[in-house]
């Protein structure tokens, strides 16, 4: 169990330095595209991820949770993988041309660019036979190069692009994001051939599709599992890119192109810390909790390591929590004045922003949540979240309709609407992981994951404390502001890291497990 869990958290080491990376990188490189592009641009371009994220969701997201269920037998993953291929690529067919029959903005090449959209993401969904056999290898570092290499060509050519048409004086329209998505899927799909290929000629399985007789009875129970995860993912959907469709059919694209650019700062935590995680987590749990044919019932071992490993996790993300919710909100707006420059801070992206940061928390507890429940959740048990979720959307729409339509709420409006679908999944999650511990004879204790009161006292008076900084050198205008917040910021971070110092050290020795004793010569 031990080397499970060091593999697991190595990989989650890999992917969360990954997507730092990655993330640092394209940060620096829409700060140089801030300078070409306008608000209504920036709209355009979430309309395009929309549409990518659309394609891929439905296509492989719950073909991956089954397949990271598959304890055993390779091949089997690669064959059913395929699955993604044959249900992608018409779709992106006819989601382009219903999306081009609904609403074309009055943006250059936007048509053109909507197809390059939808063939580059058949491209990336190429790549699925690979990314499932280095999941159950659990090769992380193969995924990075992969995913490394997609994002830093994505971030050349959409940049280049971009910086190209605006010296010879065309308007390149939505043509820079096109340009950079489609080198992606072709980085993201040359890398792992190169990298996987020697790998299936030594562990002996082939990318391609092979049917050995042995393998068919263990592909009807995932195909089975699947299509529960499939409709159960349908309305997930809903609730998570619920805003993405809301804003699109509602707001301008001066006003998507704020809230874009709010919601892509906002969940630069979330992306490069707790996505990693949550997919390490989900991949560890899916073994840890494996039901064992003898018993029926998962290990006692991996019971009592997967709820010392989730406590530990949500501990960790409610100490994220606290600096979110403490520091957050008035060190934000400061930093978006400072990359991104006045004119994006007049479109109103500096309070959303700002009330992005209450809604990190709930992100982080969400999904981690949900990445425990695909792990371990019977037909059954999806089947009955699939029918609260439903109750759930009836909320989101409802408190969305509360805060855009009455209240008049903008992109803020969208994010208290987030924050109260996120609340009721949490809730519901929470209840799963009580019942499904308590039938195996352990309890979960969820308030031992809560940070000390000190730390939870900390964060409650850096709040004012920052807010009495405002203003206190107005001479020196932004920086003025910001280097006092700073000081305020790093106080609070020492002082947390002192106060939860007992619990650091615990997960140091979790993730460095000590090694066994080597055997003598003689064999003792």
Known sequence: MSSVLSASAKGATFLILLQVGSRFLTFAVNQVLLRYLSPELLGVSAQLELFNISVVYFSRESLRVALQRQATGIQTVINLSYLAIFLGTPLAHVLAWTWLRAQVPDVAFFRQSLWIYAYATIIELFTEPAFTSTQQLLLYKVRASAESAGTILRCFATCAFAIWASRTGCDPGASPFAVGQLAYAVALLATYLIKVIPVSKREKFSLLPKFPEKSKSDEIPLLKLSLSLFMQSSVKYILTQGDAILIASWASLRDQGAYALASNYGGLIARMLFQPIEEASRNLFSKLCAVQASTQKPAKEGLKQAKQTLETILHLYNLISLAACGLGPTLAPLLLKIVAGSKWAETGAGETLATYCYYIPLLALNGVTEAFIASVATNAELGAQSFYMGFFFAGFAGSAYLFLQVLQMGAQGLVFANCVNMALRIVWGLSFIKKYFGRHGKDFDFLATLPKGLSIAAAVSASPLLKMTNGLFPRYGVLGDLV???????????????????????????????????PDKEGK
Do not use: I, T
């Open 484 to 518: 006092p917040a700073g000081g305020v910021a790093a106080v609070f971070g020492l002082g947390l890291l002192f106060l939860e110092r007992d619990y650091l050290v615990q997960c140091y020795h979790m993730l460095r497990p000590k090694r066994e004793a080597q």
